[in-house]
């Protein structure tokens, strides 16, 4: 399991690196990438980061290795219920990112105002990235359910988290106002419904 665990996570890489940028090239002209402003955000970003390199790369080489796995969840259906998730993650990712259109960036510029995006995923959460990240890493810790990948899963949480509440919603509430507040209080925040703003 350890192998396809790390085939996903090149997938992931091809798709997320490679193809969602020469699609938002075609579209825009320009590449979407954005750098992380300042040192809060920075943490944001790397604990994500980390994570998913935790639990797509490091796990998997860890238990090629030879790390022994947690006993509780080495069950051989929750490593295949896991390597099932891992690709439904990776497919949502790429295909909430294909819905932003034109305002999909890696990260928030303050300087730019992109237009609020409520249709298709975003119809039923907020976040659905960030939801399909999780899922992912999820996956990818339940396919190779190791310390390595359990800790790349809670440093994905924190740093989705922290990007989420503390950098992108308070960014879209500046920027988009009364239309984001709408939004927010009948839209959840990852999960339909969850999170909504009072």
Do not use: K
């Amino acid at each position: 399991m350890a192998l396809l665990a790390l085939g996903l996570f090149a997938l992931f890489l091809l798709l997320d690196g490679g193809v969602r940028i020469a699609v938002q090239r075609r579209r825009t002209g320009e590449s979407g990438v954005r750098r992380p402003v300042g040192a809060f955000h920075w943490c944001a970003r790397l604990a994500s980061a980390l994570g998913g390199l935790a639990a797509g790369v490091a796990a998997p080489i860890a238990e090629l290795a030879g790390l022994d796995p947690l006993s509780a969840p080495d069950r051989p259906t929750l490593r295949v219920i896991g390597a099932v998730l891992a690709g439904l993650g990776i497919v949502a990712v790429f295909v909430c990112q294909l819905a932003m259109g034109a305002s999909w960036r890696t990260t928030v510029d303050p300087a730019e105002r992109p237009a609020l995006v409520t249709t298709g995923p975003f119809h039923l959460v907020r976040n659905p990235i960030y939801t399909a990240l999780t899922a992912m890493t999820a996956g990818l810790a339940l396919a190779v359910p190791n310390i390595v990948a359990m800790a790349g899963l809670a440093a994905m949480v924190i740093g989705n988290e922290l990007q989420v509440r503390r950098i992108e919603e308070p960014y879209l509430d500046r920027i988009h106002q009364a239309a984001w507040h709408q939004y927010a209080a009948r839209t959840g925040r990852f999960l339909p419904g969850l999170g909504r703003l009072r």
